[in-house]
């Protein structure tokens, strides 16, 4: 991956915060008020000291539940930047790294003012941010150690356990994907609540962004007589059985978007593939649902 400088000063609306409430601004200067912003920090340094006795008490817990697991090296600096922690970010590279690290300071509630992100020819990812309260300030020397701790908990890779990688349909919202319908393809299906321009366009630009090619494709619409509906045998649904994921959209006035994918190798999408196009997808066109869920466990939530 190529060295890019990223600014992600955007907040994002379904930013939760860690004591549960959304805060206001209160008056004072911009200092009093940062503090106040980036209050709540308490429920953090419980919840790892609790995170870091069950570590001790079974060291091979991960191994158990997830597979291999690969730790990552965080740390937050606050005397190498006058006016920003300096937050960095070393583990083994993996689909959806920069997605989790956005996720988790957004969380967080603080700006990522600028950021350098570059993975070594050995597979590791560096990832560095340049880091202020909501404010504008940098953070407290104590804030700033608990954010790492927070950001490594969630940024340490596990490897899906057997159980996991052994799913072959998602979904998020009116978005379904899946390996269990064609033999050779894999089928998604992408339902549009309501007539929406651009609907198409959203959808191509995030397959076209993932690289996945589009061997077949059916839109399904309105007709203006009996001759003009397109036949769909393709997509068989008599071979889903109670535990597939696929909604009803009997209820939704849009059309009916289905494409048959395979990935830039010519294969069927494996699980990293699957999840990532989901989530593209439910962000793209607006279908998140659980915010407060790291990305990696939303998909496996809604996993078949």
């Not at 003009?228 to 978007?257: P, T, Y």
């Amino acid at each position: 991956m190529a060295q890019a400088v990223v600014p992600l000063s955007a907040a994002h609306p379904s930013v939760w915060r860690l004591n549960g409430a959304r805060r206001q601004p209160t008056p004072g200067g911009q200092r009093q008020q940062c503090r106040r912003q980036c209050a709540g920090w308490s429920p953090l340094r419980q919840q790892a000291a609790s995170r870091q006795r069950a570590v001790a008490e079974d060291s091979t817990q991960d191994e158990i539940e997830g597979g291999y697991c690969m730790p990552a090296f965080v740390t937050a600096d606050n005397n190498r930047s006058k006016c920003f922690t300096v937050l960095d970010v070393e583990v083994g590279d993996y689909p959806g790294l920069l997605r989790v690290l956005s996720w988790s300071l957004n969380g967080l509630d603080v700006v990522a003012q600028n950021a350098v992100v570059r993975t070594s020819e050995d597979g590791i990812a560096h990832n560095t941010f340049w880091l202020t309260c909501r404010g504008g300030e940098k953070l407290e020397d104590e804030e700033a150690e608990l954010l790492a701790e927070r950001v490594r908990d969630f940024v340490m890779y596990c490897s899906p356990d057997e159980s996991a990688s052994r799913k072959t349909e998602f979904c998020a919202g009116p978005i379904h994907i899946s390996n269990r319908l064609h033999e050779q393809y894999t089928v998604l299906t992408v339902q549009e609540p309501q007539p929406t321009p651009g609907f198409l366009l959203e959808v191509a630009s995030a397959l076209s962004g993932m690289n996945v090619c589009i061997q077949q494709g059916v839109v399904h619409g309105v007709s203006c007589d009996a001759g003009d509906d397109l036949a769909m045998d393709q997509l068989d649904e008599s071979q889903l059985d109670d535990s597939s994921c696929l909604l009803n959209v009997d209820d939704m006035d849009g059309r009916k978007f289905t494409f048959w994918l395979k990935d830039s190798q010519g294969r069927k999408m494996d699980y990293g593939g699957m999840t990532a196009l989901v989530y593209t997808l439910s962000s793209v066109l607006g279908y998140r649902s659980h915010p407060t869920v790291p990305p990696d466990q939303e998909m496996l939530e809604s996993a078949r």
